[in-house]
C-alpha cells in the first residue's frame, strides 16, 4: 500500500488546477439541460477539447492525453473542486466511448470520436422504452433489414432521454430478431437523430428544464456503418456501456468531495445552528464522501493490476446515489425555510436544484432495487429466483 | 508491491503478496484450530481464551509491530491489519488488539520479545476502566505505565459476549498516548471488519439452504436487499480501515481522523450484519445452541469499545467543522 502521489501526478494535478482556475466560467453557465445552457456548454466543451482536458484518458489521437486511470481520478477531483460546468457530453464520452474503444470498428472510431469529445456530436443515450425501464429486457422498438438503403429501418420509442431535444445523436438498443426474446435478438444502433423519420418531442423534467425527450422513430434509415458490435449481439454490446456507467465512470468521488466542502463551507456560513443534528448529517456526508475515494482507489489499483469491473460496480451506484441524496437533504436543511427560494442569489439556489438531480440518481442507471438485486445475485451469490 | 517511497510508483492502495500471503496463513490456522467450538469454550472454560497464544506467538501474529532485533517482524500496521481482520472472522477469544496492536510497540527489550513469541500476554485498560482477560495476563498497560495484574485493584463484570472475561479498574485510566488509542481503535475496527464478514457469508450460506414457500428464502428479494446492504456497508469500511492502516504506519497528520472514520465505519458495518445476520435467520439465530450469536454479540461488544460510531464520527467532525482549516482535500 503506497498513498502518495508521484511527482508527475501532482504535476499534473497542478497544471489541471490552474487552466481550469483560469478558465472555468464565471458566473457558472445556465443549465445545460436547457436549449440556451446547452448550446454555451458546447462552447465549454470544445474550449475543453481544444486545451486537450474535455478527455484525458483518451488517445492523443482523438484529443486526449493518454492519461492513467489515477490521472482521470485527479482531474475529476480538480473539475469538480473548481466547480466547473457539468458535462453535457457526458453520456457519448462516459456510456458510448468506452463501448466504441472496446467494439467499435477503427472506421467508427475515426469518423465518432474526436467529434463526440469536441461537442461537435453530441450523443444521448436510448436505453429506456415506455415498456422497457429497469426491465431493459422488454425494448420492443425494432429494426428490419433493408438491403436495398444499404442498412437498417427503424421503429419505435424511446423514452426519458436525457437532453434528446438537443443532442444530434442517439446510440440504443432495437429489436433486429423478431422471434428472439428479452435478451436475445437486439442489436445496438448508432442513429441520426436529424434522419428523416424521427421526431423529437421534449419533455419538461422535476426541475423545470426540458431535460428528457421522447424519441419517435419511423421507418428511420440507419446504414450498416452505424451498427456497433454485432448484429443480434446488443445485449452483450450494451452491457459493456452499463458496467461503466454504474462503475468508475459516470460519477467519480471528485463530484462528492467537492459537494461535501461546498456543504461543509454553508454550515460554516451559519452561525445559528438550532438543530445539533444536523452537524452530524455534515460530518457524515463528508466522510462518506471521503470512504468513496478510497474505495475508488481500492478498485483502480484492482483494475490497474488487470482486474475488471464486475457486478461489484453495483455497489458504487447505490453507495453514490443515496450520498448524494443524502448530501443534498441536508444542505436542504441548513438552509431550512429558504431552501424553496429558487430564485436566491449566490449558491443558494443551486441546492435545491443539486437535491432535485440528485433524487433521479437511485433511478437513473439501473434503479437501486435491481442493483441490490445485482449485489445479491452477482456478488453474493444468492437464487435469482 | 508494498511501495512506502513519498514520490515513488504512485497511489498503489492493495497489500503485498507477502501480506496476502500471511493473511492466508493466519486465516487457515484458524479455521482449523478456532472453529466456533473454542470461541464457545471460552464462555465457559477457567481462562475465557482459546489456548492458542504461544502458536500464534510462532505463527508471527504477536510480534508483528516488534522490532527484529526483539524477535519481532519490525513490521507496521500495515502487516497487522489483515491478520487482525482474520482474529475478528474467526471471533478469536484473545486480547490480540490490546497485545498486538498497542502494548508490543511500547515494550522495551526483553519484555517485546516474550511478547513476540506469545511467552506473555499483555493487556490494556480501556479508556472506561475496562480490562480484558486481566486474570490470565503477565501486564496490563495502565494510561501510559505498564502494570502487574495482581498490583491492581480489579472487579471482574460479565460481559454479553461471555467469552470476553472482562475487569475493570478504579480510577478510571488516562492515557497521554494518543497513538496507542488510535492503534486500539484501529485493530478493533479491523477485528469488526472480519465478524462482520464472517456473518455475511455465513448468512448468504444459510439463506441458499433454507427452503420456505418451496424455494431458498434467498430468492425473496427483501432478504436480498437485507443481504446486499450489509454487502454495501462492508465494500465501504474496508478501504476505510486500510486507509487508516497506512496512515498510521506512516504516522500520516491525518491519522487520528482516519482511525475514527475506519472505526466509526466498521462498527455500524458488524452492528448492521449481527442485525440482518439475526432477522435472515429468524428464531434458530435467536438461539444460544446456534452459533450466529458467538459473533453477533461479539460485534455489539466491540462496535462500542474504543469510542463507537457516533462518539468517532464527532471527532472527525471536530477536525473538520471546527478548526481553522478547510478540510483535507487533494
Known amino acids: 500500500v503506497d498513498l502518495t502521489f508521484t511527482e508527475s501526478e501532482e504535476a499534473f494535478r497542478a497544471e489541471a488546477r490552474e487552466w481550469l482556475e483560469a478558465n472555468v466560467p464565471r458566473p457558472p453557465l445556465p443549465s445545460g439541460d436547457t436549449r440556451d445552457g446547452f448550446a454555451r456548454h458546447k462552447e465549454w466543451e470544445r474550449t475543453l477539447f481544444d486545451a486537450r482536458w474535455a478527455v484525458v484518458s483518451w488517445p492523443e489521437e482523438y484529443g486526449g492525453r493518454d492519461a492513467s486511470l489515477m490521472e482521470w481520478l485527479i482531474f475529476e477531483e480538480e473539475y469538480y473542486r473548481a466547480g466547473a460546468p457539468q458535462r453535457v457530453t457526458q453520456n457519448g464520452i462516459f456510456l458510448l466511448a468506452p463501448t466504441l474503444f472496446e467494439l467499435g470498428t477503427k472506421e467508427q472510431q475515426d469518423r465518432i470520436l474526436a467529434k463526440m469529445a469536441s461537442a461537435e456530436e453530441t450523443w444521448c443515450q436510448g436505453w429506456s422504452e415506455p415498456n422497457a425501464g429497469s426491465d431493459l429486457a422488454g425494448i420492443n422498438s425494432r429494426a428490419v433489414r433493408n438491403d436495398a438503403g444499404g442498412g437498417w429501418r427503424l421503429s419505435g420509442q424511446k423514452t426519458w432521454t436525457t437532453r434528446g431535444a438537443f443532442c444530434d445523436r442517439l446510440f440504443g438498443l432495437f429489436r433486429t430478431d423478431p422471434d428472439a426474446e428479452r435478451h436475445h435478438g437486439l442489436t445496438y444502433f448508432l442513429v441520426d437523430l436529424r434522419a428523416e423519420g424521427v421526431t423529437v418531442r421534449p419533455v419538461e423534467r422535476l426541475d423545470g428544464d426540458e431535460g428528457f425527450a421522447e424519441v419517435f422513430l419511423d421507418d428511420v434509415l440507419v446504414p450498416d456503418r452505424d451498427v456497433l458490435g454485432a448484429v443480434n449481439e446488443g445485449w452483450r454490446v450494451a452491457m459493456a456501456t452499463t458496467g461503466s456507467e454504474r462503475g468508475l465512470t459516470l460519477r467519480s468521488p471528485g463530484r462528492f468531495m467537492a459537494a461535501a466542502v461546498r456543504l461543509i463551507e454553508l454550515y460554516r456560513a451559519q452561525t445559528d445552528h438550532a438543530d445539533p443534528t444536523v452537524r452530524d448529517a455534515v460530518v457524515r456526508a463528508w466522510m462518506d464522501a471521503d470512504?468513496?475515494?478510497?474505495?475508488?482507489?481500492?478498485?483502480?489499483?484492482?483494475?490497474?493490476?488487470?482486474?475488471?469491473?464486475?457486478?461489484?460496480?453495483?455497489?458504487?451506484?447505490?453507495?453514490?446515489?443515496?450520498l448524494d441524496v443524502r448530501l443534498h437533504e441536508t444542505a436542504l436543511r441548513l438552509l431550512g425555510a429558504d431552501a424553496e427560494l429558487v430564485d436566491a442569489d449566490g449558491g443558494e439556489a443551486a441546492w435545491m436544484k443539486g437535491w432535485q438531480f440528485a433524487l433521479s440518481g437511485p433511478i437513473y442507471a439501473g434503479t437501486n432495487e435491481i442493483q441490490r438485486n445485482v449485489v445479491a445475485e452477482r456478488v453474493l451469490g444468492l437464487p435469482r429466483r | 508491491v508494498c511501495s512506502v517511497s513519498p514520490g515513488g510508483d504512485g497511489v498503489r492502495f492493495a497489500f503485498t503478496d507477502h501480506q496476502l500471503a500471511m493473511r492466508d496463513a493466519v486465516r487457515g490456522f484458524l479455521e482449523k484450530e478456532c472453529p466456533p467450538k473454542v470461541v464457545r469454550d471460552a464462555w465457559t472454560n477457567d481462562t475465557g481464551r482459546s489456548g492458542l497464544w504461544s502458536r500464534l506467538g510462532e505463527l508471527g501474529v504477536l510480534g508483528v509491530?516488534?522490532?527484529?532485533?526483539?524477535?519481532?517482524?519490525?513490521?507496521?500496521?500495515?502487516?497487522?491489519?489483515?491478520?487482525?481482520?482474520?482474529?475478528?472472522?474467526?471471533?478469536?477469544?484473545?486480547?490480540?488488539?490490546?497485545?498486538a496492536a498497542v502494548a508490543v510497540p511500547l515494550l522495551d527489550g526483553a519484555r517485546a520479545e516474550a511478547a513476540a513469541a506469545g511467552d506473555i500476554t499483555v493487556?490494556?485498560?480501556?479508556?472506561?476502566?475496562?480490562?480484558?482477560?486481566?486474570?490470565?495476563?503477565?501486564?496490563?498497560?495502565?494510561?501510559?505505565?505498564?502494570?502487574?495484574?495482581?498490583?491492581?485493584?480489579?472487579r471482574q463484570r460479565a460481559s454479553v459476549d461471555g467469552s470476553r472475561r472482562l475487569f475493570v479498574i478504579e480510577p478510571v485510566p488516562t492515557s497521554t498516548d494518543g497513538d496507542a488509542f488510535d492503534r486500539a481503535a484501529l485493530g478493533i475496527a479491523a477485528q469488526l471488519v472480519g465478524l462482520a464478514a464472517h456473518m455475511l457469508t455465513t448468512t448468504v450460506a444459510y439463506a441458499k439452504e433454507r427452503r420456505q414457500f418451496g424455494v431458498p428464502i434467498g430468492s425473496f428479494q427483501a432478504v436480498k436487499h437485507h443481504l446486499a446492504n450489509v454487502a454495501l456497508a462492508l465494500e465501504f469500511a474496508r478501504p476505510v480501515v486500510y486507509r487508516a492502516a497506512w496512515s498510521v504506519a506512516h504516522g500520516d497528520d491525518g491519522r487520528s481522523v482516519h482511525v475514527s472514520a475506519a472505526k466509526a465505519r466498521a462498527s455500524e458495518a458488524a452492528l448492521l450484519a449481527g442485525r440482518v445476520a439475526l432477522q435472515v435467520h429468524g428464531a434458530i439465530g435467536y438461539t444460544t445452541e446456534y452459533d450466529l450469536h458467538l459473533w453477533m454479540k461479539r460485534a455489539w461488544a466491540l462496535a462500542a469499545s474504543w469510542g463507537d460510531a457516533a462518539w468517532h464520527d464527532g471527532r472527525v467532525g471536530r477536525a473538520i467543522l471546527d478548526a481553522d482549516h478547510s478540510p483535507k482535500e487533494q
Open chain 1, 291 to 322: 470512504a468513496y475515494r478510497w474505495q475508488t482507489f481500492w478498485t483502480v489499483t484492482r483494475l490497474m493490476d488487470g482486474g475488471r469491473t464486475g457486478p461489484e460496480a453495483s455497489l458504487v451506484k447505490i453507495f453514490w446515489s443515496e
Open chain 2, 65 to 99: 509491530l516488534a522490532p527484529e532485533a526483539h524477535g519481532g517482524f519490525g513490521g507496521s500496521f500495515l502487516d497487522l491489519v489483515l491478520l487482525l481482520e482474520e482474529t475478528g472472522r474467526a471471533a478469536l477469544p484473545e486480547p490480540v488488539v490490546e497485545h
Open chain 2, 123 to 154: 493487556t490494556v485498560a480501556a479508556p472506561t476502566g475496562v480490562v480484558p482477560n486481566a486474570d490470565t495476563v503477565d501486564l496490563v498497560l495502565v494510561g501510559d505505565d505498564f502494570a502487574e495484574p495482581g498490583s491492581l485493584q480489579l
